[in-house]
C-alpha cells in the first residue's frame, strides 16, 4: 500500500468544520482512498473512500485532488463524539482480501 | 448497515487457559480478518480466512490459531494463554470479489493475569 502522511494531532471547535488532509504523493492509478477513524477503546470505524472523484455520505466528504496526490476529509459541523485518531490509508482496486495496513493517524480533539 | 460482532467486550484469562475469541457477521462477507492493536505498535494482522475452512497465517500468528466452520463465524484460540497476549482483539470483514472495504467489530480486551 502506498504510503500517506498526515498531521499528528488537530484540533476543531465544537460546531465548526474539520479539515483532515492527507498526502499521499506516491499513489498509484488503481488505488483508492480510504478513511477510518477509532474512538478511544473502540474499534476502528469506516468512513468514507474514493478513488478520484469527491465523494459525499451521512458521515463526511472526502475531496480528492485532481492530481490525486493528497485529499481531505471534511467533517461539516464537528461534535465532541468526533474526538478520535483518523486514518487515511490507500489500498489498490485488486486488494481483494488483502489486510489493512493503518499508519499513526491524525487525533482530532474537539473542543467545546 | 454491516455488523461485526465480537462475543465478549472484556475478559480476563489467567496463564495457561484456553481462551476463544468468537466474531460474527451478518452481511455474507467472504473475507474475515483477526488483528490485535497494542500501544505504540498500531494494529498486527494474526490470521485471515477468505472462505469457509480457509487460513491465511497473518504477521504474528504464533500462538494463535483460528477456525471458520460457517462463513458468518470466524474464531480466535489461545491455545494457552500467556501475558504476552494481552491485548486488544479486533476481528473484521469485508465482502470480497473486488469489493474491498474492511469493516471492524467493537474489540475484545483480553487480560491474560
Known amino acids: 500500500d502506498a504510503k500517506t502522511t498526515q498531521p499528528t494531532s488537530m484540533d476543531c471547535a465544537e460546531g465548526r468544520a474539520a479539515n483532515l488532509p492527507c498526502n499521499h504523493s506516491?499513489?498509484?492509478?488503481?488505488?483508492?482512498v480510504y478513511w477510518y477513524r477509532q474512538i478511544h477503546s473502540q474499534g476502528p470505524q469506516y468512513i468514507i473512500h474514493?478513488?478520484?472523484n469527491n465523494e459525499t455520505n451521512e458521515m463526511a466528504s472526502l475531496i480528492i485532488t485532481e492530481d490525486r496526490k493528497s485529499s481531505t476529509l471534511i467533517l461539516p459541523h464537528a461534535t465532541l463524539r468526533d474526538t478520535a485518531v483518523y486514518y487515511c490509508?490507500?489500498?489498490?482496486?485488486?486488494?481483494?482480501?488483502?489486510?489493512?495496513?493503518f499508519g499513526k493517524g491524525t487525533r482530532l480533539s474537539v473542543i467545546a | 448497515d454491516v455488523k461485526v460482532t465480537q462475543s465478549s467486550r472484556y475478559l480476563v484469562k489467567r496463564t495457561g487457559e484456553k481462551v476463544f475469541l468468537e466474531c460474527v457477521q451478518d452481511?455474507?462477507?467472504?473475507?474475515m480478518f483477526w488483528y490485535r492493536q497494542d500501544p505504540g505498535l498500531g494494529l498486527r494482522l494474526i490470521y485471515f480466512?477468505?472462505?469457509?475452512?480457509?487460513?491465511e497465517k497473518g504477521d504474528i500468528p504464533e500462538g494463535y490459531s483460528v477456525s471458520r466452520e460457517k462463513k458468518e463465524r470466524f474464531s480466535l484460540i489461545l491455545e494457552s494463554a500467556s501475558t504476552n497476549q494481552t491485548s486488544m482483539y479486533l476481528c473484521?470483514?469485508?465482502?470480497?470479489?473486488?469489493?474491498?472495504?474492511?469493516?471492524f467489530g467493537e474489540g475484545s480486551w483480553l487480560t491474560v493475569v
Open positions: 473484521a470483514s469485508s465482502p470480497g470479489q473486488g469489493r474491498n472495504t474492511i469493516y
Open positions: 506516491t499513489i498509484s492509478g488503481n488505488e483508492y
Open positions: 474514493g478513488l478520484k
Open positions: 490509508i490507500v489500498r489498490p482496486t485488486n486488494s481483494g482480501n488483502t489486510p489493512l495496513v
Open positions: 452481511m455474507d462477507h467472504e473475507n
Open positions: 480466512s477468505y472462505d469457509v475452512k480457509m487460513k
